[in-house]
């Protein structure tokens, strides 16, 4: 694939995201994917890393992938120029399970920079075509700092959407900041969504994630309707390799999607 | 079973028994039987009566100084040889531990014997093996053998004039009569007469099957680094492969690495699969520390490695 | 089919396949270190060790192989598969154990989803040539673990040493299209008994007194036990016993070379090491040893049968006998059935 565009994301310059496009019409028209799938992105001479995809299925063209430095290749990756070349795999991993999401209430929960399939997520159910099939659909968001919020235009025109409820709250505001400040579980407590026919998805760091299910339990959301993705070093994507493995799943492939209820059967190996 | 062996199998696991009891340590690590005829284990010992597992042999070939980078959280009592015990000094002085966290139980060695050279001098598998006096005895399916021990010892044992450890808390028989059995490493002598060209063939004839297993590095108690040189991506300094290059640099670091460090104890080449010799390396290293800087690592206590410091009047004839 | 091969013709044999196959065989190193090659000659072959140390499985997925290579011409990348050697190839003298192995790795890598080209088209291209463990060590329990030393499942053609010659049986397609090599001949009446007599020597050796049956469920409920706390005591972590272990499959990815020119390399790994699961922010769900041994005897006995219904072990003993620090995996074996001795109650192990 191709680099289409490449814009960083955030203020502490971490996050940059890369919209790439397809060198082969063919294989444009061959990928299809569902929000919460991934793919590991190729710098040859670097490596792979794998990558949650950012963009919707129904934004048809280009794949986003917003991208956080941290190791060699994901370096490289902010290093790159527009008209540069990437390879990629994908795609990968089981996706959130939008089957069962229809004629729901949908309850998504965000933090920093593991949002980025979460947009895919909400891009995908909005979309005309598919916002019907389910019903409310609420979004807390959080970052640390208001710089280090992902996607910043499309939040703003997401609050203004009347058939999504979004709060988008901050650890800490700057001079500048209008929006809510708190941290994500207590305006999780706050908002209360309803558990009543709802699923809940949630993905952020592990310590956004351990303070915030309490309050979903709380909610009486129940195991079986409470959805994450998980993060695991990865090599082949596709379940070979052995290195990415929670008891006898792998997170590449029978995951990164998981909700609670197989979590809880499982070892603690994330 | 072997007079003396027995002798201080009682008073070690006495001595255990002791320091458990009054709880002076959390846990003892000595040797331990298991499996395998020839061989030993390293056990972990917890109780007063787990004391009674503690044995000591011709087979406790293992350093077990390893396991003080695993267990630095607890008080540990460890029976150390010689080797061993020099390095718990050097890595004393490298400050891995406070001295108060160890309790040494020394034991004078008698040298180690070698179970592979045993097992290569008769023909089927020795399914039990015990020492009587200075021989050792192997049975197998089809066979009962009687060697001489003296004749099939570790090359580093050889070599030892260290049998004795120092800086113990409490010393377990009667400190030994140091000399080595043969003045140099095998391989030593047969190296010096080689040319630049044979030498750089013998080494990479060895090192040609490495499989990177890295049981050398794991099995060496100077080993400690939380990352070590080839596992480092940024920068990257070696590839994971198999070119005889990416080989060769992987020993030749490590070797380095040990310069000054290394106590000969060849817990390295017993560890490897592949019987790779090492030691004629490490030896070779040592000897020349001990010529250039008149040193060896572990006999003082209060003697930094002359590779890891600095002074003023270090000897600078290579510098052009 | 059975026949027989008798010794006198045993090189000439081989020499036959080396000039129209790709031969593996177990090659000597040094003395007591053998590993599975390529031979050219006939004299190359050595089977005094009853298993190489580097088991079969490196014939069909090799400790390290180029995935393909990549140079940059102009501005495009141009990406070169590799390809594999157009001829046949056949795997000499590996014993029952490393055969079941490699059809337990071709489970994971040949999969429903994705396949694995790079060991499928080796797996397609090579006739195994299997060879009967008439002394089997005290290391090996194969038969505890649902093998046995004389193991046809997996062989194309089976070899059992009579002394003087190689009894001969074609058991597969692939093998019986050996039926008119010139070396072979009719298997004598006597053959059939003495490979009996054989037989049951062996299994009677190996026995059956290693709790492998049922650990899958044993394991159920041992997830946080504190056995895990004793049982990685004296692991060093190094990689040995995954690296000399059949069936252990995990490897890693990397590139060598720099944008202009290079390659992407597999090479075996292991879940012993702590950069295996390593994470780029620094987080490691498996931070130390006891993580990591809980692991790789987890994976063995309950995820992997878990997925595939048998244990990923074949009971060849390797990492038994090359383990630095003696760590005897039937021991841990034992450990999680009710045969465990009174005494492990007491945290002695």
Avoid at chain 2, 20 to 37: A, N, Q, Y
């Amino acid at each position: 694939m191709v680099v289409k565009k490449a814009y960083v994301e955030t203020t502490d310059r971490m996050l940059r995201t890369l919209e790439l496009s397809f060198l082969d019409e063919e294989d444009a028209r061959a990928f299809h994917f569902i929000p919460g799938q991934f793919c590991e992105l190729s710098l040859l001479g670097k490596g792979e890393a794998p990558l949650g995809i950012a963009s919707s299925p129904t934004e048809n063209g280009s794949l986003k992938f917003t991208i956080n430095k941290a190791g060699v290749v994901t370096t490289a990756l902010h290093h790159i120029e527009e008209g540069a070349e990437i390879g990629i795999r994908g795609p990968l991993g089981n996706g959130y399970p939008i089957d069962l999401f229809k004629g729901k209430n949908i309850l998504v929960i965000g933090g920093g920079f593991a949002f980025t399939t979460l947009r895919s997520l909400i891009a995908y159910l909005i979309h005309p075509e598919n916002r019907s099939k389910v019903n409310e659909i609420t979004v807390i968001y959080g970052a640390r700092m208001p710089g280090l919020l992902l996607y910043k235009e499309e939040l703003n025109q997401w609050e203004k959407r009347s058939d999504l409820k979004l709060v988008v709250t901050v650890d800490w505001g700057d001079k500048d900041w209008k929006g809510k400040v708190g941290l994500v579980p207590n305006v999780l407590e706050e908002v209360a969504p309803s558990s009543e026919n709802t699923y809940a998805v949630i993905c952020g760091p592990p310590i956004m994630i351990k303070f915030t299910f309490p309050k979903l339990m709380a909610l009486r959301f129940p195991d079986e309707r409470i959805y994450t993705s998980l993060e695991r070093r990865m090599k082949c994507g596709i379940g070979k390799c052995g290195r990415c493995n929670i008891g006898h799943l792998y997170v590449c492939k029978n995951g990164p999607v998981f909700n609670y209820a197989q979590l809880k059967k499982l070892p603690k190996d994330y | 079973m072997e007079e003396r062996s027995k002798a201080i199998q009682d008073r070690i696991r006495e001595k255990a028994k002791e320091l458990l009891s009054k709880k002076e340590v959390d846990l003892v690590i000595g040797f331990g039987e298991w499996t395998l005829p020839l061989r030993t284990t390293p056990i972990f010992i917890r109780t007063p009566e787990g004391a009674e597992d503690l044995i000591w042999n011709s087979f406790c070939e293992n350093n077990l100084a390893i396991y003080l980078h695993k267990f630095s959280q607890f008080k540990v009592g460890i029976v150390v040889k010689g080797c061993d015990a020099r390095s718990i000094i050097a890595l004393s002085l490298e400050k891995r531990f406070k001295p108060d966290q160890l309790f040494l139980i020394g034991v004078p060695c008698q040298r180690m014997v070698d179970r592979r050279r045993v097992k290569k001098a008769v023909k089927g598998e020795i399914l039990r093996a015990h020492e009587q006096g200075d021989q050792i005895i192997v049975e197998g399916e089809d066979f009962n053998t009687t060697l001489r021990r003296d004749d099939f010892l570790y090359p580093s044992c050889q070599v030892c004039t260290h049998r004795t450890p120092m800086g113990t808390n409490v010393l377990i028989g009667d400190p030994v009569k140091e000399s080595p059995l043969i003045e140099t490493h095998p391989e030593i002598k047969e190296f010096e007469k080689k040319s630049p060209e044979e030498r750089w063939r013998f080494f990479e004839k060895e090192s040609s099957r490495c499989i990177r297993c890295y049981a050398c590095r794991e099995v060496c108690p100077m080993c400690y680094c939380a990352e070590c040189f080839v596992d480092s991506s940024n920068p990257k300094w070696i590839e994971k492969g198999f070119s005889t290059s990416d080989l060769e640099f992987y020993h030749i670091v490590r070797a380095y690495h040990q310069t000054g460090r290394c106590s000969g104890c060849g817990a390295c080449e017993r560890a490897c699969p592949m019987e790779i010799r090492l030691t004629y390396l490490t030896q070779k290293l040592n000897l020349d520390v001990r010529e250039l800087f008149d040193f060896e690592t572990g006999i003082k206590a209060d003697t930094l490695p002359p590779l890891s410091t600095f002074e003023i009047d270090d000897r600078q004839e290579f510098i052009k | 089919m059975k026949l027989r091969l008798d010794k006198k013709d045993f090189k000439n044999f081989l020499q036959n396949l080396i000039d129209e196959y790709d031969l593996y065989a177990p090659v000597q190193l040094t003395e007591g270190v053998s590993v599975f090659k390529k031979i050219d000659q006939p004299g190359e072959v050595n089977l005094t060790q009853l298993h190489t140390q580097k088991p079969a499985k490196d014939v069909f997925f090799p400790q390290s192989e180029v995935m393909f290579r990549y140079e940059k011409v102009g501005k495009q990348n141009q990406m070169i598969s590799m390809e594999e050697g157009k001829r046949e190839r056949i795997l000499f003298g590996a014993r029952p154990c490393d055969i079941e192995a490699i059809s337990i790795i071709e489970k994971v890598f040949v999969g429903e989803e994705y396949t694995d080209v790079y060991f499928l088209e080796k797996r397609k291209k090579t006739t195994i040539i299997g060879l009967g463990c008439n002394h089997p060590l005290s290391t090996c329990f194969c038969s505890s673990a649902g093998g046995d030393p004389f193991l046809r499942a997996g062989s194309d053609l089976f070899f059992i040493d009579l002394g003087e010659a190689y009894f001969v049986e074609l058991l597969t397609e692939k093998g019986m299209a050996f039926h008119k090599n010139k070396f072979f001949k009719e298997a004598d009446p006597k053959d059939l008994t003495f490979v009996k007599e054989l037989e049951e020597k062996a299994f009677e050796k190996v026995g059956f007194s290693i709790p492998v049956d049922g650990i899958e469920k044993r394991l159920d409920l041992m997830g946080e036990s504190s056995f895990w706390d004793r049982v990685h005591e004296k692991c060093i972590g190094c990689r040995i016993c995954t690296y000399l272990c059949p069936t252990c499959h995990c490897f890693d990815m990397v590139d060598e070379g720099e944008h202009q020119r290079g390659q992407r390399v597999r090479h075996w790994d292991s879940c012993l090491s702590p950069l295996y699961s390593l994470e780029t922010s620094g987080h490691n769900p498996r931070p130390t040893c006891r993580e990591r041994t809980r692991q790789r005897l987890m994976h063995k006995f309950n995820y992997f049968p878990k997925n595939f219904n048998q244990v990923a072990c074949v009971g060849c003993g390797r990492c038994i006998l090359y383990c630095p620090v003696h760590f005897d995996i039937r021991k841990a074996i034992i450990w999680t059935s009710p045969k465990r001795p009174k005494r492990y109650e007491r945290g002695m192990i």
